[in-house]
């Protein structure tokens, strides 16, 4: 169940969009505890990008020694000999030696290269596993409230792009970055080594470009912050839309759907080219200053080679070791936009695994007694969504075992919150509801749940086939009690109609099935498993007359010896309860047989009169 999403396109989940800190210990502390079974895959990941860093120093080394070993001894012995014969085989055989180790190191680094994407996006996928199933399973505790406050396509966005946002952080992100701070250090200090001329001028220029990464943090935060609230609310909009589409063609509403969907749209793309527009201008920017570095150092550097000061093969190695040098600082503005982009989405998705279930589980839950009785007492119950609209009032009333007890009373009186109620979908606001004696919010809620069989009001059929949404997984349904929920219900005869019988596949929410053939198929859905208690929420309300007559008929029977609770606004499925219960704004107005009710001349009674068009 999921409210519609507001007309402004507002989430609450939305409104801390983006990280408030760039770097927030706290978050990482949290995201730490989902990364720490697989530390041994981080630690990998370490080994493969520091195998690859020194290959990435060792191969402009060799060319360092090529050049100033037998290129250079080569050039000086032609030099010395004033126009002799030189033999070059050993200097040749030199030569060789270290380009072939040259080669090797590429191929080499080839290979690291894949394995350092490989083991990163294996690292980073195994974590945001985790960390989604985790954040799956807590919203599916989370209580039937806390879904009408927030929109379901802005649920789906957390559990889907926030969540593999975080992948990108555990790899392009921050393994990568806290890798490229060590390189940092590293390579400095050999820079240092080779020229510290050349050095000072590259730590002189450094600040300049690290500067331009700082600023641009700020747009990127801003940026970021419009992305991911405006995809929330896009995704919160196509989904509201989709689930009522047949309102809006009934309704002809396409042009106005498409007008809003197409401002949502385009509030989505201004922020994404907002964005763009950031990195375009930040790129360059970072190119511009690197070549400024680049330019210094090769004036600085062949001023050196023709005083003497520095050889030539040191500042080939001094130039390549500089690209090393500057290539993590130059990418430190996209691993700041990676942050950002994972910090926002980390603080949304903790929001949620921040709620607490309303309806908590005991730690040490009370079993139910075997037999199990079905004996409900709601005792002196109130109950209210909305502290300022009680919809339950100092409510008390039984359900003795065995009988069945209805529920009558117009629209918002309450009848659907009682079912909620017995259910733990909610707890009371006062006072309490048993089984057999027992509180229930001191049962275990899948322990109760699997004693009683329910049929909504609006009923709900997974996508798959007609025995899968019968079974629904449970392993008290066995072949023999589903032909005989399917004969009770009266759907058998339509299943056998049907191409595959059983086996048919069914639409998204049972679409290819009339309305009564789906109310049919959650009736025998919920008696497949035997259940000790049955709920019917107007069970009957969106059937014609002759499947109407059949599901009574086929319920009468069935429902003998065991508690029932039936909810209905048509009075035709509560004539043979034990007892029916009036509800009148959230009170107890009357109760007592059809018979009894009738003749009591009372609110039962009127709306009889409504209904079966009796004189007033």
């Known amino acids: 169940m999921s409210a519609h999403a507001p007309d402004d396109g507002t989430d609450e989940l939305d409104k801390d ?12 502390a949290r995201l730490w505890r989902f990364a720490r079974p697989h530390r041994g895959k981080f630690a990998l990941s370490f080994a493969i ?16 020694h090529a050049i100033d070993g037998p290129i250079a001894a080569a050039d000086a012995a032609r030099t010395a000999s004033e126009g002799g014969e030189l033999d070059p085989t050993p200097y ?6 270290l380009g072939s180790g040259y080669l090797l190191i590429i191929l080499l680094a080839a290979v690291f290269r894949f394995l350092e994407e490989n083991q990163l996006t294996r690292t980073g996928q195994a974590v945001v596993n985790d960390l989604r199933t985790h954040l799956f399973a807590h919203m599916q505790r989370l209580e039937l409230a806390w879904f009408d406050r927030h929109p379901t396509g802005s649920l789906v966005t957390r559990v889907t792009s926030d969540v593999e946002n975080l992948n990108e952080l555990f790899t392009s992100g921050l ?32 600040p300049v470009l690290v500067g331009v990464s700082l600023v641009f943090r700020g747009g990127a935060r801003r940026a970021h912050r419009s992305v991911r609230a405006r995809l929330a609310r896009l995704n919160g909009y196509l989904q509201e839309v989709l689930s009522g589409i047949r309102v809006v063609q009934v309704f002809r509403r396409e042009e106005r759907v498409s007008q809003r969907f197409g401002a949502h749209l385009a509030a989505y793309l201004a922020s994404n080219f907002r964005a763009i527009f950031l990195f375009a201008l930040f790129f360059p920017i970072v190119a511009w200053v690197t070549v400024l570095i680049q330019a210094g150092v090769l004036l600085r550097g062949g001023s050196a080679i023709l005083a003497g000061d520095v050889t030539l093969g040191d500042f080939i190695l001094f130039w390549f070791w500089l690209q ?19 910090f926002a989405s980390a603080e949304r998705i903790f929001a949620i695994l921040d709620t607490p279930p309303g309806v908590t589980t005991p730690a040490a839950p009370h079993a139910l007694a075997v037999p199990f009785r079905g004996h409900v007492r709601f005792e002196n119950v109130s109950f209210a969504y909305d502290a300022r609209a009680p ?16 529920l009558v009373g117009a629209t918002g009186a309450g009848k659907s919150t009682i079912v909620n109620l017995l259910l733990r979908f909610y707890d009371p606001s006062a006072g309490r509801v048993t089984l057999d004696g027992i509180d229930l919010r001191e049962l275990d809620s899948a322990s109760l749940r699997e004693r009683l069989g329910l049929v909504l009001q609006e009923d709900f059929l997974f996508t798959g086939s007609v025995r899968d949404n019968l079974v629904l997984g449970r392993a008290g349904v066995s072949p023999e009690s589903l032909t005989r929920a399917l004969e009770a219900s009266t759907a058998s005869d339509f299943v056998r109609r049907l191409p595959k019988g059983l086996d048919t596949e069914l639409a998204e929410r049972g679409a290819t099935l009339s309305t009564g053939e789906r109310e049919l198929v959650a009736i025998a859905r919920a008696l497949a498993a035997g259940p000790a208690m049955v709920i019917l929420d107007e069970a009957t309300a969106s059937v014609d007359s002759a499947t109407e007559a059949r599901i009574e008929a086929a319920t009468h029977e069935l429902l003998r010896g065991r508690s029932a609770l039936v909810v209905a606004h ?21 109760s007592g047989t059809h018979a009894e009710l009738l003749a009591h001349g009372g609110i039962y009674a009127r709306l009889h009169a409504l209904q079966f068009r009796e004189p007033d």
């Open 570 to 590: 048509r009075l035709s499925t509560v004539r043979r309860a034990d007892k029916i219960l009036v509800l009148h704004h959230g009170k107890l107005r009357e």
């Open 17 to 28: 969009a983006v990280a408030t800190k760039a770097w927030d210990s706290a978050v990482l």
């Open 391 to 406: 919809v339950l009032s100092d409510l008390s009333f039984e359900i003795p075992p065995g009988a069945t007890v209805a």
């Open 175 to 206: 393994v990568v970055l806290l890798f490229d701070m060590i390189k940092v250090a590293v390579v400095l200090g050999l820079l240092f080594v080779v020229s510290p001329t050349l050095a000072t001028l590259v730590l002189g220029l450094t």
């Open 92 to 97: 040749v055989r030199t030569l060789l030696t």
């Open 324 to 342: 090393v040098f500057v290539g993590p600082i130059r990418e430190l503005g996209e691993r700041y936009n990676v942050l950002q982009s994972a």
């Open 49 to 64: 990008l520091a195998g690859l860093f020194f290959l990435e120093l060792a191969a402009p080394w060799l060319l360092k």
